[in-house]
């Protein structure tokens, strides 16, 4: 097999001539470099971790535990590097995983305030079957969009303190996205005096049975 020549060099493998940047350093060897180019290496180290599955999370798992830096290191290198990459992966996980995210938003608010968090991961199902499927403030037909509303909201956790309700079913409830926007972090008797105030007493009536229900439920 020819050696590197004139910054080129054959690929025993593909039979590829190719520049010797194609070609992993190597110094056992007379000229320095690999006799198979980056490209077939790839090749054969990933059929070897597809036919040695256990083998290789071995390997990771060892090289991790004595170089716990690196991983870290090399993905926040990457991050710094690759910043137009990392957002269009965000918005598109995000778009994959919607409710996932906002669902991980409110858990992250809620631990900030130590505020108590006890909803199960069905909360969605069970908030829909118990409004029926309508938006708990206009009554519109959720259909497949709708958003989970803190009746008493976060923003206020710390003004009330200890009076806070927390991140429970019966501070929760299924609104459309325009009561939900509207209604952002005001006090719900605030806000329906401005949106709904010709439906207020209706609308509280319903919010208080919708909080007696899911307190049983809690129980």
């Not at 029926?132 to 009746?151: A, K, P, S, T």
Request: aromatic residues 8%; positive net charge; contains cysteine.
């Amino acid at each position: 097999m020819p050696a590197a020549k004139d910054g080129f060099k054959q690929c025993r493998k593909c039979g590829g001539v190719k520049a010797v940047g194609e070609f992993s350093k190597d110094k056992a060897r007379k000229d320095g470099l690999q006799c198979q180019c980056k490209t077939c290496q790839a090749l054969v180290y990933r059929q070897y971790r597809q036919m040695n599955p256990e083998k290789e999370r071995e390997r990771i798992r060892q090289w991790r535990e004595a170089n716990p830096e690196k991983p870290r290191e090399s993905k926040r290198n990457w991050r710094e590097a690759n910043p137009e990459k990392l957002r269009e992966y965000d918005r598109q996980w995000y778009q994959a995983n919607t409710e996932k995210s906002r669902e991980s938003k409110r858990r992250r608010r809620a631990r900030k305030k130590g505020i108590v968090h006890a909803v199960p991961s069905n909360i969605e199902e069970i908030l829909f079957d118990a409004q029926n499927g309508y938006c708990m403030y206009c009554q519109r037909e959720l259909l497949n969009v709708y958003h989970l509303d803190h009746i008493v909201p976060l923003a206020l956790a710390d003004l009330l303190g200890k009076d806070y309700p927390g991140h429970v079913p019966s501070n929760l409830c299924l609104t459309c996205e325009h009561c939900n926007m509207s209604k952002n972090s005001s006090l719900l008797e605030d806000w329906l005096a401005r949106k709904y105030p010709n439906q207020m007493n209706d609308i509280l009536y319903r919010v208080e049975c919708h909080i007696e229900t899911m307190r049983e439920w809690e129980e």
